[in-house]
């Protein structure tokens, strides 16, 4: 069982609150304002998921993550992309015929743009990359951004103003990604040893803190996590948790404007094969929907804003009619926890003296 903390009963310490790691092939969210307690709940779980030797993976924004576990467990591994880490968007699906390949890489590109500038491509843009990209692959070339931009720039050479205004908006949404550290984040690399290290034993921080701007965040995310869809796909089918997945600062790539997306996708296909994910964010009112529906446990920090806590009560997991005064009023390093096999929910003091070293790093 996962130890989150002991519940508070008449304003003392009680018994022990503990979760069936089962619970969490079936997705959890974290919710609190800032400062409140959500990081510590991560590195909580994630230590606990260690001892029960269940693989954990952490999208980790910041370098929190990367920065203070490592120091205090044993078997934490650090990704840093462009360091010791790389991951192309262009050799994802590089098994698939052509036409679907494509069709992959342009999705998930709009992805990319939907969830870091609230756009989408034009239909123009869009055959410009179909087009682009399909030539590329049929000639075997290699390819990364800088490549795939160099085409696309010679291409706006040769065409009329409408479609040349089509070519310099593509341009200068991925023209990040050919310069430098974030050009070699992006470059291919053989995903299989990374994986097989991951599904063994361990916490696994993939730490982007590297990255200056959130737009080259939300990319790699993208790229590891479809690449992850696909290798998951593999494993056999099973009621156990073989891989949980945690993503702080949530809100930048499962935003409720991104619909359809690779996360809703995992959320709602891949629990069969063992995989759980815990997401943790400020607001529950700005995750896609589809993503709340489909979490059976709820952690939550002190929530102040009214809406959010009226949002919550849309989800048959939350009953308790008192909750919004309880949300509101909890002191930080406390959460009001529900999973779907609770009969009610319960006010936790997150950690145990074990955790002190995870409490106040």
Aim: aromatic share 10%; proline share 2%.
């Amino acid at each position: 069982m996962i130890r989150l903390g002991y519940i508070i009963e008449g304003g003392l310490k009680g018994k022990l609150y503990e979760i069936n790691p089962k619970i969490l092939t079936r997705h959890a969210c974290i919710f609190g304002v800032t400062g409140s307690g959500k990081s510590t709940t991560l590195k909580i779980l994630s230590y606990e998921l260690n001892k029960l030797n269940i693989p954990c993976l952490i999208l980790d924004r910041t370098g929190e993550f990367g920065k203070h576990l490592p120091k205090y467990i044993e078997n934490s591994y650090v990704y840093i992309p462009s360091i010791n880490f790389s991951l192309s968007p262009f050799y994802i699906w590089e098994n698939y015929e052509i036409e679907e390949r494509v069709q992959n890489e342009v999705f998930l590109l709009t992805e990319y743009c939907k969830i870091t500038w609230k756009d989408q491509f034009s239909p123009l843009q869009t055959r410009i990359l179909i087009d682009t990209l399909q030539e590329l692959h049929e000639r075997e070339e290699k390819i990364n951004f800088d490549i795939l931009l160099k085409k696309i720039i010679d291409g706006s050479n040769k065409k009329g103003i409408i479609w040349k205004e089509a070519y310099e908006a593509i341009i200068s949404r991925f023209f990040i990604f050919k310069i430098g550290k974030v050009k070699k984040a992006f470059e291919n690399s053989d995903f299989n040893e990374f994986y097989e290290a991951l599904m063994r034993t361990g916490i696994h921080i993939v730490d982007m803190s590297i990255f200056e701007y959130e737009s080259i965040k939300n990319m790699f995310s993208l790229v590891l996590l479809n690449l992850l869809n696909l290798f998951l796909r593999k494993n056999e089918i099973t009621n156990n948790p073989k891989l949980i997945i945690m993503i702080d600062e949530a809100q930048n790539i499962a935003s409720k404007e991104n619909e359809n997306g690779i996360l809703e996708k995992m959320f709602m296909e891949l629990r069969k094969y063992g995989l759980g994910i815990i997401l943790a964010c400020t607001r529950p009112s700005i995750i896609n929907q589809n993503i709340l529906a489909n979490s059976c446990c709820l952690i939550l920090h002190q929530i102040l804003n009214s809406y959010d806590i009226n949002y919550l009560k849309n989800f048959s997991i939350i009953s308790s009619n008192d909750i919004d005064i309880a949300l509101s009023t909890i002191n930080e390093g406390e959460a009001i926890v529900k999973n779907i096999k609770d009969k009610k929910e319960s006010l936790v003091k997150i950690g145990l003296p074990e955790h002190e070293f995870l409490i106040f790093s």
